[in-house]
């Protein structure tokens, strides 16, 4: 649980014990009241403890939501790793691994794309790329279209460097 950085840490251990529940008029009113003396209770009432309700799984979920940045690296993981272990038929790191090649664009959706990320059609794949960033070229290969997909910091080897891609935000359109 999180408190105020005001708190000292065993006034933090001892509200997450769930042990004050006493208000200050309840201090020394029972046999178990914890005994204050004067500048405990005054540096106490400085504080307010409007205590939140906020179960154990709310709480969990609050740490360990990812930010932007996080979700951003992620999917990025991910793509790398699909390439790595994508059939060379379907998807491929070009030989100077400075870019990839989609040589299958249907099999990727319907084979590779399902097992690494929710299943989505080749067209929103190559959007949320261009969303990162990514460079889009088409050629055509024995009459077969071949997308290749190029960014600075998405390099064969340098998996280190996927951290420096940000994913672009659309501005609001205009009504």
């Known amino acids: 649980m999180v408190f105020p950085d005001s708190l000292d840490a065993d006034l933090s251990e001892f509200l997450m014990e769930g042990s004050f529940e006493q208000t200050s008029d309840d201090v020394g009113s029972s046999d178990d009241a914890i005994d204050y003396d004067a500048s405990t209770e005054s540096h106490l009432n400085q504080y307010a403890f409007p205590v939140p309700r906020v179960t154990i799984q709310e709480e969990f979920h609050a740490m360990h939501r990812p930010n932007s940045a996080e979700r951003t690296t992620k999917y990025l993981e991910k793509l790398y790793t699909m390439l790595e272990q994508c059939p060379e038929s ?30 989505i059609k080749f067209d929103s794949f190559v959007r949320q790329l261009n969303s990162y960033g990514f460079r889009k070229a088409k050629y055509m290969v024995a009459n077969k279209a071949v997308f290749a997909f190029r960014h600075a910091n998405f390099v064969r080897g340098e998996s280190h460097q996927l951290q420096a891609i940000q994913r672009r935000r659309r501005g609001k359109r205009e009504q």
């Open 90 to 119: 379907i998807a491929t790191w070009t030989q100077d691994g400075s870019s990839f090649a989609v040589l299958d664009a249907n099999a990727l959706e319907r084979t590779i794309i399902p097992k690494f990320f929710k299943p």
